[in-house]
């Protein structure tokens, strides 16, 4: 069975970090995409960072530029993202994401598997 296992998140006040870490199992992912979405409530889910099979080439959202950074270690088959200078309009659930298609698509049905998702609250 394929999984992707998120862990991390939690509740910070604005201007703080947070770390998600999104590790697979099941198969080896070393040659997909991976990816960060995010869901607030109310929204459609939205794009928020990915990264390439080799970690050689990052794509970001314009709101996070800068302040989050996804990185890849693939000999243990997880996925991050270090979110720093958080606000309060980051507070949403966050799903990590895998894709065979390229990492730059920012759609989400073009991905073609699912972390469980994590919340990330951020007070102000």
């Known amino acids: 069975q394929v999984q992707l296992v998120q862990s991390g998140g939690g509740l910070v006040q604005a201007g703080g970090s947070l770390r998600l870490s999104c590790a697979a199992s099941g198969r080896t992912f070393s040659s997909y995409g991976k990816g960060w979405f995010r869901q607030a409530p109310g929204k459609e889910r939205e794009f928020v960072a990915s990264i390439n099979w080799n970690g050689g080439s990052t794509y970001y959202t314009d709101s996070v530029k800068g302040r989050f950074t996804i990185s890849r270690d693939n000999a243990k088959n997880t996925v991050y993202l270090q979110m720093n200078s958080l606000k309060p309009e980051d507070t949403a659930v966050y799903y990590c994401?895998?894709?065979?298609?390229?990492?730059?698509?920012?759609?989400?049905?073009?991905?073609?598997?699912w972390g469980q998702g994590t919340q990330v609250t951020v007070s102000s």
């Open positions: 994401a895998a894709t065979v298609s390229t990492y730059r698509s920012t759609a989400p049905a073009t991905w073609n598997y």
